[in-house]
């Protein structure tokens, strides 16, 4: 069966320092990845992407994935974590050969002042 | 841009009384979905649709019924609630980006959700 884990159900992280929300896969054929962030009581805001090519993917509010096929994991990461970015975390990826989208369980992240 | 709009975003049922939530999206996506969102368990995809006056079922299909009539709207009904629906319900809706290699591989737009209570 096709899924998405992400092992951490919350990160603390101070803030200014790098941060990484990780989430690994397992799929059948070529997997597309991706990040959404959810702020309170909202819905799900789409960051980045992997779909095909480069490795690292950039996306909204500086934060960037990197994907790892060897490892089957795309983690979330940013340089540098700000207050604002505290929210819940989602990694989802497409089912091969589907229009379906399989979501982790999501990761809360906290940036502390 | 109103993007994907959900109706209602709260709701009060009484187990089984039935319902029906609204999600209209003004972007022409071809693809809709609905999610049901609880603690500990993230997202879990219930129907999904990839065209007007199709649908599909999802991981937690039991219980819930869908249409979509028009290209813009996706209607996810209860027939009867019970009080494991209580719930976080989410539209989204998606699309295919231009070129074959890249079919089904856009992101989705979510709704701000309906926040559904069954008693």
């Known amino acids: 069966a096709q899924s998405v884990a992400q092992p951490e159900d919350q990160v603390n992280v101070a803030e200014g320092n790098p941060l990484t929300v990780k989430c690994t896969y397992s799929v059948s054929g070529n997997p597309y990845l991706f990040w959404y962030v959810q702020y309170p009581n909202r819905g799900l805001q789409f960051l980045l992407k992997?779909?095909?090519?480069?490795?690292l993917v950039k996306g909204s509010y500086g934060f960037e994935a990197e994907f790892n096929k060897s490892q089957t994991s795309f983690h979330l990461k940013k340089p540098s974590a700000l207050v604002s970015d505290s929210a819940l975390y989602f990694c989802?990826?497409?089912?091969?050969?589907?229009?379906?989208?399989?979501f982790g369980t999501g990761t809360r992240l906290k940036v502390l002042a | 841009n109103a993007g994907v709009t959900q109706t209602p975003k709260f709701r009060v049922l009484k187990t089984g009384q039935s319902m029906t939530l609204l999600c209209a999206q003004d972007m022409n996506h071809e693809y809709m979905y609905w999610y049901r969102q609880d603690p500990g368990m993230g997202l879990r995809l219930i129907h999904y649709s990839v065209g007007e006056g199709t649908t599909a079922k999802g991981e937690v299909p039991d219980g819930y019924n869908v249409s979509r009539l028009k290209k813009q709207n996706f209607l996810l009904g209860l027939e009867s609630a019970a009080p494991s629906q209580t719930s976080v319900y989410f539209c989204?809706?998606?699309?295919?980006?231009?070129?074959?290699?890249?079919?089904?591989?856009?992101?989705?737009?979510f709704g701000e959700g309906s926040r559904l209570t069954v008693l």
């Open positions: 992997y779909i095909t090519g480069d490795n």
């Open positions: 989802a990826v497409r089912v091969s050969g589907t229009y379906k989208y399989i």
């Open positions: 989204a809706s998606s699309y295919s980006p231009v070129g074959a290699a890249a079919l089904g591989t856009g992101e989705l737009f």
